[in-house]
């Protein structure tokens, strides 16, 4: 990783930090002391973003006040009556596109596309962020066709910024042709925990300062495509293996720690003017010593994010409907006000909220009766117009009507696709050498043991007459205990078996072909922690990923197409 820090400053050549800003204040000379906007102005008035996203806030009504901190995701395939009456009736300020309503990317265009004329007939025209999770690797909300890419760790294994600015680009590009304007990504959590399964290989390194030049290369890639990149998730997700969604993950490091470890990345970003920060449901107990999750903590994100780190843009919030938000608080609702108190600008709910619920009644009464509540949400409204009028008149801004019939001609990005393959190969790395290069000259018989049908198609490419030994993906206790009981009558007759090691359950099954006492590769996808225990073993060969191609870049850097020469971003434990 230490060429990360080489080639930065050859990166920031390519590094435009747009932050979208500019473009909506060249058309006027009005100034702030002026009042002469008329009372029929909207959002695609002719004046300076500041003045007015002022006008628009003090003349809204507290439901669109309120309104427009909200985003609400829907669960079909299209959005519900239910959303579309949040869009036209309230004034809804964002939407989410999750990964199960994704798989017809034209529909979701579609979708998009008619959300967005929804918010147009409003009296003041704001337009919607839509905002998706499309990391890269194996978080890819937006399905279809889109690139199903290397992932972060890969990036981090080769350790080029440039790898990361095309990730941030490429990705970007893709989901910007549906009308997708904001992307939760980069993750900049740390592999601190190597055995956490949450974040794994969405991290970079487990090394901070080479995490946050990665993040800021991929966020400046996201914006050179048009995308509002956010950063996540505040103040650090990797040093737990625990689940926010089930309960509130503990993270029991002190101030000092947390400054010199999880920080460093959000530091870099936030030098570079990053537009968004997410915050996430993450307990720091000797931090803020309540017990609250830093979503809900006013310490971290008004205290610590505002003041003293000086951080000016978003700061949106992990899904509400998880348990490590709402068994702090008590209830969805006191959820809702504790993270409008706290300094968040937007709180995002994966569903779509009844008209009635609580969450908004008992906010819009607070708003009546609570005047510094009130100035927190016009407040946080203030800045999430402010960001759109720069964002949406800029020249980049992805389409608010993406034409669904010209979808096909972006995704998938032809560009992208001879990228991301090259960019899988510098990023294998070889932990283990023995019998390399491996050709079906001098492979003797081989036997194919894995899942995946790309890997099983690449080797069979190499190796015309090997045979295959299939499992399930997402492989349960029972059938490992299957394979282990026969996989050995069938690799007894072989001379190498290539192997899939991913997780727990992969590598016992490894083990158990160990006995076989034939020649043995390991592809190590995803996560390489369980894969660099399993030392016996011929070669060992860490791609970070279930991609295609990384899979091809496996079997090119196995048969000596090229020297691998990618570092694993962590020591080994």
């Known amino acids: 990783m230490k060429r990360a820090l080489s080639l930065f400053l050859a990166t920031c050549f390519l590094w435009n930090p747009l932050n979208f800003a500019g473009y909506a204040q060249n058309s006027s000379s009005l100034t702030k002391k002026d009042n002469t906007i008329p009372l029929d102005a909207d959002f695609w008035s002719d004046y300076p ?50 990964g199960w309503n994704t798989d017809d990317i034209t529909l979701v265009a579609k979708s998009i596309a008619e959300l967005q004329k929804k918010a147009q007939k409003r009296p003041y025209k704001i337009p919607l962020f839509v905002a998706t999770d499309q990391e890269g690797g194996w978080i890819r909300h937006v399905k279809g066709e889109t690139l199903i890419t290397p992932g972060n760790m890969a990036i981090g294994a080769c350790g080029y910024p440039i790898d990361a600015w095309y990730s941030g680009y490429y990705i970007n590009k893709e989901i910007h042709a549906l009308g997708i ?19 794994g290989t969405r991290a970079f390194s487990e090394n901070p300062d080479n995490t946050g030049i990665l993040g800021a290369s991929f966020a400046a890639g996201s914006i050179a495509a ?85 951080y000016e843009g978003l700061i949106i919030t992990d899904d509400m409907m998880m348990n490590g938000d709402t068994l702090y608080a008590g209830s969805l609702s006191n959820a809702y006000k504790l993270a409008i108190e706290a300094g968040n600008d937007i709180i995002i709910s994966s569903t779509t909220a009844r008209l009635n619920e609580a969450l908004w009644t008992s906010n819009l009464e607070r708003m009546k009766t609570d005047m510094e509540f009130r100035a927190t949400v016009k407040k946080a409204a203030r800045r999430v117009i402010k960001c759109k009028l720069e964002y949406f008149k800029s020249p980049k801004a992805a389409p608010l009507y993406p034409n669904p019939a010209n979808i096909s001609n ?25 019998t390399l290069p491996l050709t079906s000259e001098n492979s003797g018989r081989v036997l194919l043991t894995g899942s995946l ?117 962590f020591t080994p434990n």
Not at 61 to 83: H, N, R, V
Not at 228 to 233: E, F, N, Q, R, V
Not at 246 to 260: H, V
Request: proline share 5%; charged share 20%; aromatic share 12%.
């Open 49 to 98: 973003a500041d003045i007015l996203a002022d006008t628009l806030v003090s003349r809204m009504e507290d439901t669109e006040l309120l309104a427009q901190i909200f985003m609400f995701g829907w669960a079909g395939a299209e959005p519900s009556e239910l959303l579309n009456q949040w869009v036209l009736d309230r004034g809804l300020g964002s939407v989410k596109v999750f």
């Open 181 to 199: 304007n904001m992307n939760f990504a980069p993750s900049v959590d740390l592999f601190t925990d190597h055995d956490s399964t949450i974040i």
């Open 226 to 310: 048009g995308v509002i990149p956010t950063a996540k998730h505040f103040p650090g997700h990797g040093a737990t293996n625990e689940d926010s969604h089930i309960f509130l993950p503990t993270i029991d490091i002190d101030l000092k720690t947390w400054q010199e470890r999880e920080l460093v990345p959000f530091k870099y970003l936030i030098a570079e003017k990053i537009p968004a920060i997410m915050s996430g449901h993450l307990g720091f107990p000797q931090i803020t010593h309540n017990g609250e999750p830093a979503s809900l903590s006013k310490t971290f994100l008004t205290d610590i994010l505002r003041r003293q780190l000086g």
């Open 410 to 434: 972006h995704i998938p990005d032809k560009d992208g696709q001879k990228f991301f393959l090259e960019q899988a190969c510098r990023s294998i790395t070889l932990f283990k050498s023995g």
């Open 453 to 569: 049908p790309t890997f099983f198609t690449e080797g069979k490419k190499r190796f015309p007459t090997a045979a295959e030994f299939k499992f399930t993906y997402e492989i349960g206790p029972n059938e490992t205990q299957w394979v282990c009981d026969n996989i050995l009558a069938t690799a007894n007759a072989f001379d190498t078996i290539i192997i899939c090691v991913y997780n727990e359950r992969t590598a016992r099954i490894a083990q158990k072909v160990k006995e076989s006492g034939k020649r043995v590769i390991i592809f190590s996808l995803l996560s390489p922690v369980k894969s660099t225990s399993l030392t016996w073993a011929d070669s060992i060969l860490c791609g970070y990923s279930y991609s295609d191609y990384s899979i091809q870049a496996l079997f090119a850097a196995l048969a000596g197409d090229f020297s691998p020469d990618g570092k694993l971003p």
